[in-house]
């Protein structure tokens, strides 16, 4: 059950300069797309790291010590945040990368005729990657959402798994449908034929910080840039995996997972702003309980409770709406329930082709009171 105590919302405002700025103060921003705004303590860390220490971290110097002990940092607290070690936490450019690298590196255990499922409901982040796989002798079995209600059934995926199957690529929430895919459940499953599962937590992620351990997900990637960060993303891995799997990083750093992964070293100073992330959700969990708590994880989930629940008040009106418009066509659940759904709302309508607006922004009326600015794109 979601507490009922209630997101203070001009608390939350005042913590994002753009709501102050002179050019973006009039707008309503609902492009997650291009991710989210950034709060004051990410600003101030990037600057602050620009400003006093932007050299080669880990010497012993001062500048250069504060650089590496400010980048384990944040490394150390998305660990905690996400309830995961910090050498299972690898910081690239984006989820579409760090799912490139992660194919990469996983061919090691594919051999001809296996099989890799993905899904007709992920982006394709977590789609085209895995195709690629085809050229090592993967075959490729799609596990599609049912036309009826837009969800992934479980049932399917039974179906579908043989023991030839490796890897499960699946996303933890849809970007159109906005459904929350019962993730642990498909793990669960998935690991009885030992196969790998990778999750793309882009779509859930904003709503509420994963609890990998809990998910029991083998690999997990979200993008930081929508979680109030830089253009980052993170990537998740099971160390026992990450342990054995190829170095696709310099020679000198053979055997030094995680960072074997990525080819190259993380964007340094956008590392350290991500402790401006942590600064936020702790200030939420200041502002707005007044525990003492000292686990960060039980803050992080307090917190992720206090969004869902403004999400739910604020979303389910316009999901009612849009449901019950005889000339729209909602995609997905028609209310969010318990965090069973993410507010990412998409529809179609019986009368107007979105193609028309294509390279326009539009403005959709939707109430008097309720305007939308959009790309007709969904
Ligand atoms: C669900 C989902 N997965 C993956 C991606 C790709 O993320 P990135 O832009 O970090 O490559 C996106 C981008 O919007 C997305 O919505």
Aim: glycine share 4%; aromatic share 10%; with cysteine.
């Amino acid at each position: 059950m979601l507490q009922n105590i209630k997101l203070d919302i001009d608390y939350v405002r005042s913590q994002f300069p753009a709501f102050s700025d002179p050019l973006s103060k009039d707008w309503s921003f609902f492009e997650n797309a291009g991710g989210s705004y950034v709060p004051i303590n990410v600003i101030e860390k990037l600057t602050e790291f620009m400003t006093s220490t932007k050299v080669q971290p880990y010497a012993e110097y001062p500048m250069s010590k504060i650089a590496g002990d400010n980048m384990d940092k944040a490394t150390e607290l998305f660990a905690k945040m996400i309830n995961a070690y910090k050498n299972e936490i690898l910081i690239g450019g984006s989820t579409s990368i760090n799912l490139y690298v992660l194919s990469n590196a996983l061919k090691k255990y594919i051999s001809k005729n296996d099989e890799i499922i993905v899904t007709n409901q992920d982006h394709e982040a977590n789609i085209s990657p895995w195709r690629r796989l085809t050229e090592v002798g993967a075959k490729i079995v799609e596990w599609k959402f049912d036309l009826n209600n837009h969800e992934l059934e479980i049932s399917e995926l039974k179906k579908l798994i043989s023991n030839k199957t490796k890897i499960l690529a699946v996303t933890h929430c849809s970007n159109i449908v906005g459904s929350i895919n019962n993730l642990k459940k498909i793990c669960k499953i998935a690991h009885e034929s030992n196969i790998i599962v990778v999750g793309d937590g882009v779509s859930y992620a904003p709503h509420g910080f994963p609890n990998v351990k809990e998910l029991d997900v083998d690999f997990y990637t979200f993008s930081l840039y929508k979680t109030y960060g830089p253009h980052l993303a993170l990537l998740y891995g099971k160390e026992e995996i990450l342990k054995d799997l190829p170095n696709q990083n310099h020679e000198f750093l053979n055997g030094n997972y995680p960072y074997t992964i990525n080819p190259g070293g993380p964007n340094h100073e956008e590392l350290v702003s991500l402790i401006g992330i942590y600064e936020y959700f702790d200030n939420l969990h200041k502002h707005h309980f007044k525990d003492e708590e000292k686990i960060i994880l039980n803050k992080i989930n307090k917190v992720n409770n206090l969004i869902s629940l403004h999400e739910e008040i604020i979303a389910n009106p316009i999901l009612d709406y849009i449901d019950k418009r005889s000339d729209l066509k909602l995609i997905g659940k028609n209310k969010i329930h318990n965090k069973d759904r993410a507010p990412t709302i998409a529809f179609t309508s019986h009368n107007i082709s979105s193609k028309k607006y294509l390279k326009n922004w539009y403005k959709v009326r939707l109430q008097p009171e309720m305007i939308i600015f959009t790309r007709g794109d969904v």
